[in-house]
T-cell receptor, first 109, second 115 residues
């Protein structure tokens, strides 16, 4: 079974709005990563946040990690139509990555 | 950044035949490579972990005699789907990492269709 569960499963917003996706996991982790996948394509690594970090930024992306709640969030600010994709969190435990179910984001122009 | 390639990017084969998919790390040596399978509109499911020079470790429910994995060098791992059936049709993605402290780098995926 998947380690991570993502919420919401699908999100539809207007261009310019912010998008927030959440990921919850069950066991202790070394780090957590967020990936993006365009339909039918491979994965693109977005951000890695280690277990001793609480927040990380990369451009329009902001990731938070709360190890006490075993949860992480990905915020995309000022969204663009090109941000339309599926977003997955993956937890790293003992060298293996386990993926969440993903959030499908649609940004309408 | 680190680059991982896969070949072929898509393949169509007949039921009962075998298909080999290659995963290469182009600019780094990968001590560990992973193989994932993704069905439409679903997440990635880890199939197996392979370390260079040793036998792959398969996840529960993955038939090791059907999905043969070879990690012969630090830059190449292969997945062979033997006696393919239509239900093996899926998107197969590999990833590679240099060591435990490094992130995984994913290949672009191979779409397999078994007719």
């Amino acid at each position: 079974s998947q380690q991570g569960e993502e919420d919401p499963q699908a999100l539809s917003i207007q261009e310019g709005e912010n998008a927030t996706m959440n990921c919850s996991y069950k066991t202790s982790i070394n780090n957590l990563q967020w990936y993006r996948q365009n339909s039918g394509r491979g994965l693109v690594h977005l951000i890695l946040i280690r277990s001793n970090e609480r927040e990380k930024h990369s451009g329009r992306l902001r990731v938070t990690l709360d190890t006490s709640k075993k949860s992480s969030s990905l915020l995309i600010t000022a969204s663009r139509a090109a941000d339309t994709a599926s977003y997955f969190c993956a937890t790293d435990d003992a060298g293996k990555s386990t993926f969440g179910d993903g959030t499908t984001l649609t940004v309408k122009p | 950044g680190a680059v991982v390639s896969q070949h072929p990017s898509w393949v169509i084969c007949k039921s009962g035949t075998s298909v080999k998919i290659e995963c290469r790390s182009l600019d780094f040596q990968a001590t560990t490579m992973f193989w994932y399978r993704q069905f439409p509109k679903q997440s990635l499911m880890l199939m197996a972990t392979s370390n260079e020079g040793s036998k792959a470790t398969y996840e529960q429910g993955v038939e090791k005699d059907k999905f043969l994995i070879n990690h012969a060098s630090l830059t190449l791992s292969t997945l062979t789907v033997t006696s393919a059936h239509p239900e093996d049709s899926s998107f197969y993605i590999c990833s590679a990492r240099r060591g435990l402290v490094y992130e995984q780098y994913f290949g672009p995926g191979t779409r397999l269709t078994v007719t």
